[in-house]
């Protein structure tokens, strides 16, 4: 039941992660008005509301103006539950499993914000850096110290490639919201993952971000948000960070 629960209760989660995503780009309130057709502007019934259900039931449409409904919908709420499962098989119900999924959420919603526009929000990185500190005080298994020194690698360690990637060509390279979402993955994983998460996010960005550039006839300039990588790399780091990290010292020893 603990299971089936988790499973739904990220799935309604997830309904309200992509009003996040469709309202906080726009700096729109995420409370009111209510849940609403973007094209007619019609209030959604309860009864249409319901996660991945609603969309099947009403064939991907609105009821009241027919408009076509976003796949990123069902997607969301999907990947949610995932997540929200994941994270319930690896801590349990326990006060872990609601500060994770609040990180793999967070997560979640800056991944689609930053494909969409390619901005992170700072409403939503700027808190998640402190509140991964004060968890890490009371319910984070890492230490408040090596949380804290995760914030700062993190959030240092792009900022001086940012930087020098600046000075070097002279354009901006890497956004400062990236330096934001890198120190709020430290605070929550703290430094070792923070590496991690560097090589895991720097490697998966690089092979997918050439497979685009040649499918789209782009050159190296061409810009591909960095965030999702980020978050990706965060989400392995998360779930089999320490066995990655085994793995390679067993086969370096």
């Not at 990180?103 to 919603?109: D, E, K, T």
């Not at 240092?156 to 020098?164: D, K, R």
């Not at 980020?230 to 392995?236: K, N, P, R």
Request: charged residues 10%.
């Amino acid at each position: 039941m603990l299971t089936f629960a988790s499973i739904l209760f990220g799935a309604v989660v997830g309904s309200f992660l992509n009003v996040c995503i469709h309202r906080l780009p726009k700096e729109e309130s995420i409370v009111r008005p209510g849940s609403h057709c973007p094209e007619c502007k019609t209030p959604i019934r309860f009864y249409d509301n319901i996660p991945l259900i609603s969309y099947l039931l009403l064939e991907g449409k609105c009821r009241y103006c027919g408009v076509s409904i976003s796949l990123q919908y069902p997607l969301v709420e999907g990947i949610t539950a995932l997540g929200s499962l994941l994270v319930f098989v690896k801590f349990g119900f326990s006060l872990n499993y609601l500060f994770y999924f609040f990180f793999v959420a967070a997560l979640i919603v800056i991944t689609v914000i930053d494909l969409y526009h390619q901005i992170i929000p700072d409403v939503i990185s700027l808190p998640g850096i402190v509140i991964g500190l004060l968890g890490s005080l009371s319910i984070s298994p890492i230490t408040f110290s090596t949380s804290l020194i995760g914030a700062i690698a993190g959030g240092g360690s792009l900022f001086l490639v940012a930087a020098g990637y600046q000075w070097l060509f002279k354009r901006e390279g890497m956004g400062g919201g990236d330096v934001k979402l890198l120190a709020m993955i430290g605070s929550f994983l703290g430094w070792k993952s923070v590496i991690l998460t560097i090589l895991l996010s720097s490697f998966i960005g690089s092979i997918i971000g050439i497979a685009v550039m040649l499918i789209k006839g782009k050159d190296f300039k061409y810009a591909i948000p960095f965030g999702p990588f980020l978050s990706m790399g965060a989400v392995i780091s998360l779930f089999i960070g320490e066995e990655l990290i085994r793995w390679y010292l067993y086969f370096n020893r």
